[in-house]
């Protein structure tokens, strides 16, 4: 059975950083894309960064946010920095065996973790 566990998450000021991490069990996803994505209340779940054989970011964190992935420990990161109110969501990891180009898409993960709440006051 798989299983995507994040932690990391919390309550931060405007400005300041926080990392989320997803630990991967039952399966070795290293041949898998992982996503971190996010869903505010009253809207839908939305991308945030993936990682396969690259590197995937919506537009509203580029620059700020950094996927990474360390293989040994089947965990993937979601870097955090220079928070905004605006980035307040529960955060989900997913993974996944995904077409190449399709990573962004919330359809192409069958496997997602139980979510991280992140709160970001101003």
Do not use: H
């Not at 931060?12 to 992982?34: D, K, N």
């Not at 960064?49 to 950094?66: E, L, M």
């Not at 359809?107 to 101003?122: A, D, E, I």
């Amino acid at each position: 059975q798989v299983q995507l566990v994040e932690s990391g998450g919390g309550l931060v000021q405007a400005g300041g950083p926080l990392r989320l991490s997803c630990a991967a069990s039952g399966r070795t996803f290293s041949r898998y894309a992982m996503g971190w994505f996010r869903q505010a209340p009253g809207k839908e779940r939305e991308f945030v960064a993936a990682i396969s054989w690259t590197t995937y970011y919506a537009d509203s964190v580029k620059g700020r946010f950094t996927i990474s992935k360390d293989a040994a420990k089947n965990t993937v990161y979601l870097q955090m920095n220079s928070l905004k109110p605006e980035d307040t969501a529960v955060y989900y990891c997913a993974g996944d065996r995904v077409v190449t180009g399709y990573e962004t898409r919330v359809t192409s993960y069958g496997y997602w973790g139980q979510g991280t709440q992140v709160t970001v006051s101003s």
